[in-house]
C-alpha cells in the first residue's frame, strides 16, 4: 500500500457520521457504502491532509488513485478524483487509460460526470488529437459510461466546443433507449446553448432525439 493511503485512510474514517451516511447511501439507489463525510468537510480534511503530509510525488499518483477506488466506501473514491483535478497539469497521456478505467469501475453518474468533465475533458485539450483514438474506442464500446463520457466530456468548452464533434456523439447515440444517455444528451445541448442557443434550437428542431433529450435541452 502506498505510504500515503494509510493516513488518509485513518483521517477520512475518523471523521465517519453514521447520521449522514444513510441518506448519502439512500441518494445513491444503495450501490456503494458511506462514511457520511459531506463534500465541505472532505474538502477540508484533504486539505489538512496534504498540509501535514505534502503532496503526493507524481509518479505516486496513479497507484494512490486505484487503492482509494479500491476501498469500499465512496468518499474514497471522490477523494481519489480529487487528488486528480488537482495535480492534473502534470499527466501525461497515458492517464486516458487510467480515467477509462476509472469510468467502468464502480460506475455511477456521481464519479462518471466529474471524470467527464473536469479529468477527460481537462486532458483532452492538452492532448486533442487523442480525441479521435479514445471517443472512436468509447463510442464503440457498448458501455453506456463511456458513452456519456463522450458526450459530457465538452460539457465546459463553451466557445471552444467541437460543435460537429458534439453533434456527431449525439446522433451515434441518439436512438439510446438508456435514459443516462438521453439525459446526457439534453444536458450537453442546455450547456451549450449558453454559448448558441440559435444553434441549439436549430439542432434540437431538426434531428430525432429522445423526447427526455429534446425536454431536457430546451429547458
Not at 439507489?29 to 505534502?54: S, V
Not at 483514438?133 to 453506456?144: A, F, L, Q, T
Request: with cysteine; charged share 30%.
Amino acid at each position: 500500500m502506498n505510504r500515503c493511503i494509510q493516513p488518509l485512510i485513518k483521517i477520512f474514517r475518523e471523521n465517519t457520521n453514521p447520521n449522514n451516511a444513510e441518506p448519502m447511501k439512500k441518494y445513491m439507489k444503495g450501490k456503494f457504502e458511506f462514511l457520511g463525510i459531506k463534500k465541505p468537510l472532505r474538502t477540508e480534511l484533504l486539505k489538512n491532509f496534504y498540509k501535514e503530509y505534502g503532496n503526493p510525488e507524481t509518479s505516486e499518483i496513479k497507484e494512490i488513485v486505484l487503492e482509494l477506488w479500491n476501498l469500499p466506501e465512496r468518499e474514497f473514491q471522490y477523494c481519489a478524483i480529487s487528488i486528480l483535478r488537482k495535480f492534473l497539469k502534470y499527466y501525461d497521456e497515458s492517464y486516458f487509460d487510467l480515467f477509462e478505467k476509472m469510468i467502468i469501475t464502480k460506475s455511477w453518474w456521481d464519479t462518471v460526470d466529474g471524470i467527464a468533465s473536469w479529468l477527460v475533458g481537462e486532458h483532452f485539450k492538452k492532448f486533442d488529437k487523442l480525441q479521435e483514438k479514445y471517443i472512436g474506442k468509447w463510442m464503440r464500446s457498448e458501455n453506456m459510461w463511456l458513452q456519456r463520457t463522450c458526450i459530457l466530456f465538452q460539457l465546459h468548452y463553451k466557445e471552444n466546443t467541437d460543435v460537429m464533434l458534439l453533434g456527431g456523439v449525439i446522433m451515434g447515440l441518439s436512438q439510446s433507449k438508456e435514459f443516462f444517455i438521453q439525459k446526457a444528451i439534453g444536458w450537453a445541448l442546455r450547456e451549450y446553448s449558453k454559448t448558441d442557443s440559435e444553434a441549439v434550437i436549430n439542432f434540437v428542431e431538426n434531428n430525432e432525439l429522445a423526447p427526455l433529450s429534446k425536454r431536457e435541452a430546451m429547458k
